[in-house]
């Protein structure tokens, strides 16, 4: 499998992600943003949602959430800075629920992190 793309994905508090991937696809204003290898660069604010890490076949690898943030890439490298970060794995519909009570700050983000997982599953 040809894994080009250097993905750096950064929290405030750790390097939550660091390894090597076919595609990426971000969420980018009304529609999605997919990285492809020797892409021009760009550096662009990313929207809270959901960040695809895509196969050669074009099928999800790993699917994680992330609450907005920016993206630089170049040379391959892509690198994503965001507060929030979790691996679809990770998390259920009714922790993301809780979490939204008991965040009240970050609610937005595990709503949208609820929907999801109740209408894609």
Known sequence: MAQNISLKIFTPEKTALNRRVYRVVLPYGTTNLTLVEKRAPTSLLLHAGV???????????????????????????????????????????????????????????????????ENFG
Do not use: W
């Open 51 to 117: 960040l695809q890490i895509l196969a050669e076949d074009n099928s999800v690898e790993d699917l994680y959430f992330i609450d907005g943030g920016v993206v630089d890439f170049a040379a391959d490298e892509c690198k994503i800075s965001t507060p929030h970060i979790i691996n679809r794995n990770k998390i259920s519909r009714e922790r993301a629920l809780e979490l939204s009570e008991a965040e009240p700050h970050n609610a937005e983000y595990y709503q949208m992190i609820a929907d999801y997982i």
